[in-house]
């Protein structure tokens, strides 16, 4: 019986953090919380990890540092903390991955990629593109982090339809519902396949 020690990073309002949380506390998630990342000092998710007793750190990307400066001000703690696996959770910053941690960060995206991603397009942008291309498909991807924005293997994707007169919030309410699916189920294919239970 062993679980997955995950570092988890985020840059607003938290809700991918509660999600895992809650199946984390239900024993649906095989993970064992080390550390949170905010890029914001005001960002929500921060309530949630000191509310489940969660080590947590604020980390501002600044302007005078140079990515590499950046990424070792992200990923030092993350190695001090023992976490084997970085979640972005909504994290919008740009952060570079250094070796030791290639292929063992993921992030959610909310669009098929390759489509309507890439440096710019998150939130409700994303959602907007797609009902203005006109695609009748759509969903989320779960893929591991490299040093190009929305790149990396692709681990899963779940879809759904873009109905008729969607809104970009409608859109974005039923993708998320997928998100929210996705994601632990991601990390539930990694924790077995680096030999986690639950």
């Known amino acids: 019986m062993s679980s997955l020690p995950i570092a988890v990073l985020l840059s607003g309002g938290g809700t991918t953090?509660?999600?895992?949380?809650?199946?984390?506390?239900?024993g649906q998630l095989p993970v064992d919380f080390r550390l949170v990342i905010s890029s914001r000092s005001d960002a929500g998710g921060l309530v949630f990890a000191h509310d489940a007793g969660i080590p947590s750190l604020v980390v501002p990307k600044r302007k005078s540092q140079s990515p590499q400066e950046h990424s070792e001000q992200v990923f030092a703690p993350i190695r001090e903390s023992g976490a084997k696996l970085v979640v972005m959770g909504?994290?919008?910053?740009?952060v570079l991955i250094p070796p030791d941690f290639e292929n063992r960060v993921i992030n959610i995206h909310p669009s098929l990629i390759p489509s309507f991603c890439g440096q710019g397009m998150y939130g409700l942008r994303v959602h907007q593109a797609a009902i203005d291309f006109g695609v009748k498909i759509t969903g989320c991807t779960v893929h591991f982090v490299d040093n190009q924005y929305d790149h990396g293997p692709i681990l899963l994707q779940k879809a759904c339809d873009v109905l008729e007169g969607d809104t970009a919030e409608e859109l974005q309410k039923r993708v998320f519902v997928l998100e929210r699916e996705a994601l632990p189920e991601a990390i539930r294919i990694l924790a077995a396949r680096w030999g986690f239970t639950t």
Do not use: A, E, P, V
């Open 90 to 94: 909504g994290y919008l910053q740009h």
């Open 17 to 26: 953090l509660k999600n895992l949380i809650d199946l984390q506390r239900h």
